[in-house]
T-cell receptor
Framework: GESVGLHLPTLSVQEGDNSIINCAYS??????FIWYKQESGKGPQFIID?????DKRQGQRVTVLLNKTVKHLSLQIAATQPGDSAVYFC????????????FGKGTMLLVSP | DTEVTQTPKHLVMGMTNKKSLKCEQH?????MYWYKQKAKKPPELMFV???????INESVPSRFSPECPNSSLLNLHLHALQPEDSALYLC????????????FGPGTRLLVL
């Protein structure tokens, strides 16, 4: 199930389950979104991105869905594996001027064998 | 190849020391970034270099001094740091500034005593 800790929301799933990690973004002008995976002691690793002219994009075992109406982004991981255990960050950027990448708070995914 | 390298991996320094963090990428990216990340928090942007010129300084204290010797290298010079500066320092690069996917290095874990 999903729980909200003091600092980092946590999603606990069983190996083989599908996982859905959600992200609400704040800037309606954001038009490019990225999901990063960060394992303990490592830097964020690019997983998948999506531009605002799309509402769905699929990669290997991952799918990103974008709902601009409610400013919501989700990352779906199929057949979750223990190696998927990490903190997942969504990030948004506005495609104009000197806009910077803005990260969401992050969600910790824990996968039990 | 989407590799950004950072050295050292770990650094312990006293408040009177001077040290430098190094970052390197050979992807032909023309934008490089420094981020600071505290435990269980998202990365926070510190500096942006665009075509080897400093384009953004997010009100970072002067005890942090960035340097971009060429398009492949980015340094962060540290002097008179405080214990609260202890964090993971991440370097990232992107093909062009701001509006493209940023690729992160593994980070330098810094402890200030």
């Amino acid at each position: 199930g999903e729980s909200v800790g003091l600092h980092l929301p946590t999603l606990s799933v069983q190996e083989g389950d599908n996982s859905i990690i959600n992200c609400a973004y704040s800037n309606s002008a954001s038009d490019y979104f990225i999901w990063y995976k960060q394992e303990s002691g490592k830097g964020p690793q690019f997983i998948i991105d999506i531009r605002s002219n799309m509402d769905k994009r699929q990669g290997q075992r991952v799918t990103v869905l974008l709902n601009k109406t409610v400013k919501h982004l989700s990352l779906q991981i199929a057949a979750t594996q223990p190696g998927d255990s990490a903190v997942y960050f969504c990030a948004e950027i506005v495609n104009s001027g000197y806009s910077t990448l803005t990260f969401g708070k992050g969600t910790m995914l824990l996968v039990s064998p | 190849d989407t590799e950004v390298t950072q050295t050292p991996k770990h650094l312990v320094m006293g408040m009177t020391n001077k040290k430098s963090l190094k970052c390197e990428q050979h992807m032909g990216h023309r934008a490089m970034y420094w981020y600071k990340q505290k435990a269980k928090k998202p990365p926070e942007l510190m500096f942006v270099y665009s075509y080897e010129k400093l384009s953004i300084n997010e009100s970072v204290p002067s005890r942090f001094s960035p340097e971009c010797p060429n398009s492949s290298l980015l340094n962060l010079h540290l002097h008179a740091l405080q214990p609260e500066d202890s964090a993971l320092y991440l370097c990232a690069s992107s093909l062009v500034p701001h509006q493209e996917t940023q690729y992160f290095g593994p980070g330098t874990r810094l402890l200030v005593l």
